[in-house]
């Protein structure tokens, strides 16, 4: 008879509704193929469903670390977002009663500090914007990329068709391009952000923002992620936006950002500083799903 599978517990954590599975590498034992396993449980349909897989390390550089996995399986270096709930997860879980901690990621170390009623602002550091670095073939020297034409290409039933696009890019410890539209909710997202994620023009793939600005102190704005398609929300990708856009001047050094499943504050008070990103991290529920080992 043989025994049954072993059970991982996780945690179901969403900020601004971008949801996370969060599990806890620190506590418990999980699987050895974690990209595998992360497919698995991303699916909406046949797992638990998720944007992404947050897991929780000690670390040696920081006090913790966070590896992130996208529902794809793929890697990635940073979500701004997720750290959000990551460190919630911590307090909640008794692993930190510290008001402000450090989190090693593939891009950097992160700084979260608690703002109030499960509202959290994170020191994002300096954006990335030299071409070469975020990367992206776009642009020249060291940057920034703001406005460049990009041509992609579209699939149309058996057709092919090319659209000519204006876009701005920058790096937020993962890579984004920033389309502003006439109207976010009516923008080509699904289609448009394909095709620019797959872009030969971005080496490792790229998140991809589509914004409508309402006034000078607030933008709207919808996120296709590289690895999982449309999200609710991206913490970075917001902190991205807001660069370009402050860059450019269209905007105030102190935004908000209306996404679909809430608002961020970005605040960025110089070229010389780092960005501040101010949003909510929520818990939803926790529970245990099996796993088998191959």
Not at 73 to 92: H, P, T, W
Not at 112 to 123: H, L, Q
Not at 179 to 194: K, L, N, Q, S, T
Not at 202 to 228: S, Y
């Amino acid at each position: 008879m043989s025994s049954p599978p072993k059970r991982v517990p996780f945690t179901k954590m969403h900020g601004a509704v971008n949801d996370f599975v969060v599990l806890d590498a620190i506590r418990d034992s999980l699987p050895k193929d974690l990209p595998a396993f992360s497919r698995r449980i991303s699916h909406r349909q046949f797992g638990i469903g998720a944007d992404q897989i947050l897991v929780v390390h000690d670390s040696e550089d920081a006090d913790f670390r966070m590896e992130i996995f996208n529902a794809d399986g793929s890697q990635v270096e940073m979500c701004a977002n997720g750290i959000r709930a990551f460190y919630k997860y911590l307090r909640d879980q008794g692993h930190t009663d510290a008001e402000e901690i450090s989190v090693e990621t593939l891009s950097g170390v992160v700084r979260p500090c608690w703002a109030g009623e499960d509202m959290i602002r994170v020191d994002m550091g300096l954006p990335v914007l030299v071409p070469a670095k975020i990367p992206t073939t776009l642009g020249s020297g060291d940057g920034p990329v703001l406005e460049v034409e990009l041509e992609i290409e579209l699939a149309v039933g058996s057709e092919t068709t090319r659209e000519r696009i204006s876009l701005s890019s920058a790096s937020m410890g993962n890579p984004h391009a920033v389309v502003v539209v006439d109207d976010v909710y009516a923008a080509p997202v699904h289609e448009f952000g394909r095709a620019i994620e797959n872009h030969p023009a971005f080496p490792n793939r790229v998140n991809v923002e589509f914004i409508e600005f309402v006034d000078r102190g607030r933008f709207r704005q919808r996120t296709w992620e590289r690895g999982t398609g449309e999200t609710l929300a991206c913490g970075s990708g917001a902190c991205a936006a807001a660069v370009v856009s402050m860059l450019r001047g269209v905007v105030d050094r102190r935004v908000i950002v209306e996404l679909r499943g809430g608002e961020l504050e970005i605040a960025w008070a110089d070229d010389r500083s780092p960005v501040l990103m101010t949003g909510p991290a929520q818990h939803v529920y926790a529970g245990s799903i099996p796993f088998e080992e191959a």
